[in-house]
């Protein structure tokens, strides 16, 4: 391969990477601006929603690539379901470990969020076993630069890179949509801004946090079926992983900032394919917790976001 | 006393367990040892979390480096020229301390400037890459365009990690086979740090850890220097973590960079919160509690549910393990101690306000006693007359200030000067930016422009706690106590910039340290006595009724011995009675002491009362100053504050009394 078409090739995987990251993001930023607790639970949310979706696609007895008749009326349905169960979770685990301690020090719910994070990794680990799960390969995976455009070069873009925008995007514009033309999505902003005015203007301020955390779930689970159907492979501890790369990328682009945290997802996506790539994969955590913790440090309201002044 | 007896007892159990274990043949000594290198790991975290309250994710780095250190030093089979020879277990010790202890300083420093959710994330970005480090530095290959510096170069082992480690050496002690040596050697290090530990808890750094971790802002503004204090609290929780690691290491023999992941932290930080953080005595309970789970509670209830599987014909049972349930349980753990009992179990309970007391007192409760001058503390007013500048010069000389928050001016070239001994009222209406102008002499906030001289001396960009220690002490329009502080150690804050006890100094109590906190408890004392919370010095300050907490923030800002005072809104929600003895205090403290104060004060009779001049503030700008008569006729202060007919209502409300 020429040196260009790998920077090609990197910068493809950087961008479906980067995709996934940015959807988890979201419900990291979500979150934080809202009840500003950094859940840690929520990358576990995304891990078991790969899971919950291959449960799905077992159920309806998906077991090999779908046609092109299924793709249009079950990868829709494993989606609904999938993003309604690990909405549904998300919810829960905000009702019991987190609403309990609304009015606690901001440190008590942090800390039951890492206790809800183990717990869920561990569920995962007594009900899929430690070993790699294999993902069956249910999206057609299409050359697409040899078999569409006879174009014979080393660099590699299939249908599944397709699938992964084209899956992310209408999601994101979507929830941009929501949070910034409808009457739910202002009250989620105002409470984001000041939960007690938020309520003296009659905002139901608990409904808006269980709609936040339902949001965040739900992308959650569309990221970790995507996850699934690109990478053909599930694993008990990859949310912890995935959880702080996509927290990185909360943070780098503001966090409580949605197009931030998008825009970081793909930031993080990139630097972690071209680090694989150029420096060493054994190297790119450290590089990834480096761009974290400098952000956190130098810019903690992000690479974009404005400043706000801090809450006293 | 029962304080004693536990530990005595503690210690007793401790020491004669090794012979327990021989006789019954339990062979349990390793994992005991193994449990007790944990605890004194989670009384390091206890360090940071407990006391100084930054909640530390990336602990297990620190455990991981002590480890590191002593393996590296005495290990004689890494081949790099820097190791080259195995050092002595006993020098050793101390190197890992010393050199986690600096690692702490590296790492805490970047995050003093954080918020709590983001430095607890910080630390776990350490604690994760602190690990790949090591795996990685095991084998470093540097090749840039086909020129390779460095070739396969081992620092750390890399993921087979060191082995073997050296043993220590001590004569007529066999560190070989017989784990018992290794036991009382675990011990007696713990038992030392316990020690340091207590006595660091009762030290005057140790009162600078929890009030930081009260309030970090009324903290700085009592003259505690959250930079220094938060660092000593990172570098002595490593220190301690240094002497768990080094001894794990050489008691394993052999380290690997797996036995430090993410999970040892949170262990760690189950321990610490499960126990009661900032209690000694509920970490190691939390600490033994959680070893006894892991490695005896899990795997004997193993083979209890496969017994019960196999008697009553249930197959799922008989191959259950528990043991694969433990981080879920130590997660669960996490969730229901913080929604249950989230001081912990033997953390100190919030205590309601005592019942018992009120049985010999009036129901009706009775407002303090009015301060008078001979229970004013003789050495206050000999720390408060001191001083350098001429007698004519001001005491506070500010000039222009000017503060923006981004294109709102709340501070427009206000000159503001306070003549020594003399009472300055501050008033306005609402948003005038009179708190604001606080907030810039005591350097809580950076001036935009102006000057600020105190005795002679600029005092911009001084933190805050520097502007303590010069003389300028404060109260708050919200009262900041810390208030999970008892009223004395509240007041002990305010002197702690007036104490010179060192950490060896508060750890080893040398007579000049003990004479020195014995003074300040004295002096703590009589402060409370002054301000009329003679009784009340072991009361939680939360627990304090509304009035006591205003005069309690009064005399912890006498304690710092200040010479200028700044009461901000003091009388705010005090009924006509304690408003009145407030005032007296005031006054007293000017006629007795000398004492120059700077008042900001809604309630216009305490404010003419007793001010010798007063500035006017309206949208940031100064707009009369003058004595109190001429301000209430000032025409301009009619209009923008007092209102039209005040002067008739003042009037009218002193002749009824």
Known sequence: MEWWEVLVQQTINGLTRGAVFALIALGYTMVYGIIELIN?????????????????????????????WQLVTLLPLVFALTMLSTAALNVAIDRAAYRPLRRSPRLAPLITAIGVSFMLENIALL???????????????????????????????????????????????????????????????????????????????ERTILLTFFLGGALAGAAGLIQGMYYNIGQWWMGYQAGLRAFTAAVIGGIGNMPGAALGGLAIGFLSAWSDQYISARWTNAIVFSILILVLVFRPHGLLGERTPEKV | MRRASGWTALAAALVLYPFVDRALGLHTIHAVSDGMVYVLLALGLNIVVGYAGLLDLGYAAFFAIGAYAMALLNSPLLGSPLYGHAWSFWLCIWAAAAVSALLGVVIGAPTLRVRGDYLAIITLGFGEIIPVAIRNLGDITVEIGGWRPIERLNLTGGENGVNPVGRPYLPGVSFETDPAPWYFLILVIGALSVWAMSRLQDSRLGRAWMAIREDETAADCTGVNPISTKLLAFALGAWFSGFAGSVYAAKLQAITPGAFEFQVSIMLLCMVVLGGTGSLKGVILGGMLITVFDRVLLSQTTFFVRWVGRTIGIPALTTADLTLWRWFFFGLGLVLVMLVRPQGLAGRRVRPIAVVDDVDQP?????????????????????????????????L???????????????????????????????????????????????????????????????????????????????????????HLTALDNVLVGQHCRLTATVTGGMFRTPAVVAEEARARARAREL??????????????????????????????????????????????MNPRETETLTELIGLLRRELALSVLLIEHHMEVVMGISDRITV??????????GPQEIQRHPRVIEAYLGTGYEDELAARRGAR
């Open chain 1, 127 to 205: 009900w899929q076993g430690p070993a790699p799960i294999a993902y069956p390969d249910v999206f057609p995976s299409v050359d697409i630069l040899r078999e569409w455009f006879g174009v014979d070069s080393a660099i590699f873009l299939t249908t599944k890179d397709l699938l992964v925008v084209g899956a992310t995007l209408p999601l994101m514009l979507a929830l941009h949509y929501f949070v910034t033309r409808t009457t739910w999505g202002k009250a989620m902003r105002a409470t984001a801004q000041d939960r007690e005015t938020a309520a003296a203007m009659g905002i139901n301020v």
């Open chain 2, 363 to 395: 129901t009706v409760q009775e407002a303090a006693p009015a301060a008078r001058a001979e229970s004013i503390p003789p050495w206050l007013r000999e720390r408060v007359q001191r001083g350098g500048g001429p007698e004519s010069a001001p005491i």
């Open chain 2, 617 to 626: 503030l309206d949208y940031g700008t100064r707009i009369a100053e003058g």
């Open chain 2, 528 to 573: 409370l006595a002054f301000v009329g919370l003679g009784g009340k010095g072991a009361d939680l300050a939360r627990n304090l009724a509304y009035g006591d907490q205003r005069r309690l923030e009064i005399a912890r800002a006498l304690a710092t011995e200040p010479r200028l005072l700044l009461l901000d809104e003091p009388s705010a929600g």
């Open chain 2, 397 to 483: 000389e500010v000039r222009g200030l000017t503060k923006r928050f981004g294109g709102v001016i709340a501070l427009n070239g206000v000159d503001l000067s306070i003549p020594r001994g003399a009472i300055v009222g501050l008033i306005g209406p609402n948003g005038a930016g009179k708190t604001t102008f606080f907030n810039v002499v005591t350097g809580l906030l950076r001036l935009d422009g102006g000057r600020i001289t105190f005795d002679g001396a600029s005092v911009v960009g001084l933190r805050p706690n520097a502007i303590v220690a010069r003389g300028i002490a404060r109260t708050f329009q919200s009262i900041r106590l810390f208030p």
């Open chain 1, 40 to 68: 840690f639970a929520h990358g576990d949310v995304f891990m078991l929603g790969l899971f919950i979706s291959l449960f799905w696609f077992t159920l309806l007895g998906v077991t090999k690539t779908l046609t092109a």
